[in-house]
């Protein structure tokens, strides 16, 4: 049986058909290979000078998917055909939506990568420019959306015009009905601009406290001590009384001793020195008082200021530490005993049952 090439189906002869269908895989198969070769040479090992780019490509070679393939391959074989022209167009236009896609797609994860980097290179020296970058990126990722939907409905044959007009005139209705994510939208804008706190900050909100881990358009979102994830609409944030810790410049403490009453007037008077000197000999810390505060209910209280000249918690508690340290070895050597709670109790004789106090 001999197949016939020149029969016609549907304006195109057998041969055109066959010689489409080879296009459209040829194309596809070309494409594919093509990718899975840059996809090899790029996961090798690239020097550091190239790394950034290295990987940026290897990404985006992986973000061309197999369906946008086949939807190119096969736009390239019906071009060798005689179709109706509502047919070519259909053909021509979910392509170029297809590439469209695409193109965003990759916009995207480019716009994603270079902010992750800068933040992964800056978060630490520069955590403000860090928090305004991530902001800005998520504007351009949603303004490259945007701009493609507008493309796509013009090739569509849809008047952008008139459609960005009525956005025009129908966003007062809409800013109406959205006045909570418009707050929370602009309030994302002053954080941003203002910087009251930026990403890496620890800062008390409330009774919440937390290190900021990122700022968005509607939330920012807090990791506790604890290790949950705190979120707050960024209108409520502002709204609310911040204590930023990472923007202090000194620390200052503020501590009590107290010692027991029966402390000799050479002890007391010895103390505020003592502890002057054990402060003064610590590095970073700039003393400021040492005072016989009070008498307390139990004890003699002394009130001790100093100001440690950064603002790490750490090395807060280590310098506390090594003065309490001290302070109890130096009161050790001298015989001055720190005071607890007590309660003494004078009895006096029942003068009625032994009047003569003698005993008998």
């Given amino acids: 049986m001999q197949f016939n090439f020149n029969v016609t189906l549907y ?57 946008v393939l086949f939807v190119l391959a096969l736009y390239s074989g019906t071009l060798t055909l ?8 259909i053909f021509s236009n979910v392509a170029f939506v297809v590439v469209l896609l695409q193109v965003a797609l990759i916009g995207t994860h480019i716009i994603g990568f270079y902010t992750l980097r800068y933040r992964q290179k ?3 020296s520069n955590a403000a420019a860090v928090t305004t970058v991530v902001s800005v990126g998520f504007v351009l990722k949603a303004l490259l959306w945007f701009v493609m939907v507008l493309v796509a409905l013009d090739n569509f044959g849809v008047n952008v015009n008139t459609l960005v007009t009525g956005l025009g005139i129908g966003g007062i209705a809409v800013a109406l009905a959205v006045q909570n994510l418009l707050g929370d939208l602009f309030a994302s804008f002053s954080i941003v601009l203002d910087k009251p706190f930026v990403i890496g900050d620890f800062i008390i909100v409330g009774e919440y406290l937390g290190t900021v881990e990122h700022v968005g358009l509607k939330t920012t979102r807090i990791r506790s001590l604890s290790g949950e994830q705190l979120i707050f609409s960024n209108g409520d944030l502002l709204a609310s009384r911040i204590r930023n810790f990472k923007s202090m410049v000194e ?12 402390t000799t007037y050479d002890q007391l008077v010895a103390i505020p020195e003592i502890i002057r000197s054990i402060i003064e000999s610590q590095s970073q810390v700039r003393f400021d008082r040492a005072h016989f505060k009070e008498y307390g209910a139990y004890s003699l209280n002394f009130e001790i200021v100093y100001w440690i000249q950064h603002p790490d918690y750490n090395m807060y508690m280590d310098i506390q530490q090594t003065i309490n340290l001290a302070i109890y070895r130096q009161f050790d050597e001298m015989g001055i005993a ?17 009047p003569d106090g003698d005993g008998a």
């Fill in 11 to 67: 304006n195109n002869t057998m041969f055109g058909w066959l010689t489409a269908i080879s296009i459209a895989i040829g194309v596809f198969l070309i494409i594919y290979i093509s990718k899975v070769i840059v996809l090899r040479k790029l996961s090798k090992s690239t020097p550091e000078t190239e790394k950034d780019w290295g990987d940026l490509m290897f990404a985006l070679t992986g973000k061309i998917k197999s369906p």
């Fill in 82 to 89: 005689d179709l109706p022209t509502d047919v070519t167009r």
């Fill in 122 to 124: 800056k978060i630490t």
């Fill in 251 to 262: 620390r200052r403490v503020l501590f009590s001793i107290g010692v027991i009453y029966q």
């Fill in 338 to 354: 720190f005071a607890f709670p007590t309660r003494t109790l004078f009895i006096e004789p029942d003068k009625k049952s032994n």
